[in-house]
């Protein structure tokens, strides 16, 4: 078992930037690959980024490719996605998951945060 718990979302204007946490406790996070989801008012939760265990691998989606960057401190049990050149099609809730095999897909994630609000302001 995993507890995730996001933080560092909030209100930027277009262009800006934050930088998102995920802090594990209970398993340590190494052992999981880690990713970032977001799901937009009215739509579904879509795929942002992974990361592998050791970090040396990670996937992007298309629409974030360039802008935003995943990484984790395996010793500090925490993921980060920094997220650069915000756009207000960027405004959702923001979840971290855990999984045990790398995945690009929702279902292949086992633990989920309760999510964090990023909104892009135009």
């Known amino acids: 078992q995993v507890q995730l718990v996001e933080s560092g979302g909030g209100l930027v204007q277009a262009g800006g930037s934050l930088r998102l946490s995920c802090a594990a406790s209970?398993?340590?996070?190494?052992?999981?690959?880690m990713g970032w989801f977001r799901q937009a008012p009215g739509k579904e939760r879509e795929f942002v980024a992974t990361i592998s265990r050791s970090g040396g691998r990670s996937t992007y989606a298309d629409f974030v490719k360039g802008r935003f960057t995943i990484s984790r401190d395996n010793a500090k049990n925490t993921v980060y996605l920094q997220m650069n050149s915000l756009k207000p099609e960027d405004t959702a809730v923001y979840y971290c998951?855990?999984?045990?095999?790398?995945?690009?897909?929702?279902?292949?994630?086992?633990?989920w945060g309760q999510g964090t609000q990023v909104t892009v302001s135009s």
């Open positions: 998951a855990a999984a045990v095999f790398y995945s690009v897909y929702e279902r292949g994630y086992d633990y």
């Open positions: 209970g398993r340590t996070s190494s052992s999981y690959a």
